[in-house]
């Protein structure tokens, strides 16, 4: 939770669910960052499922998060730009949490 209100500046977030929600390990390519080389690694991406209002004002972190912003539930999947991360992940939780009765 604080990662996510300091990354995106919302003051009240709650977890939906208080256990991880979904987990991946992401195999990342070596690529140019900012005009540096960085090598091939691996992201574990660690996901919790937060809750805040949309009347909540975010802000652009700019070495972190330069499209913070917010979306439809319904439709992440259109504005995802990363195909790879939109079909293994976003797609993957956006299932669960209809298993789960969240959506």
Do not use: F
């Amino acid at each position: 939770m604080k990662e996510a209100k300091e990354e995106t500046g919302i003051k009240n977030v709650s977890p939906v669910y208080e256990d991880i929600y979904s987990l991946e390990l992401i195999n990342v390519n070596g690529h140019e960052k900012r005009g540096k080389y960085v090598g091939s690694h691996v992201h574990l991406n660690v996901t919790y499922l937060l809750e805040a209002s949309e009347n909540e004002k975010i802000q652009i972190k700019e070495d972190e998060n330069s499209g913070v912003k917010w979306v439809p539930i319904n439709d992440i999947l259109k504005v995802t730009s990363e195909t790879w991360i939109r079909d293994r992940v976003y797609a993957k939780i956006l299932n669960k949490m209809r298993k789960d009765g969240i959506l």
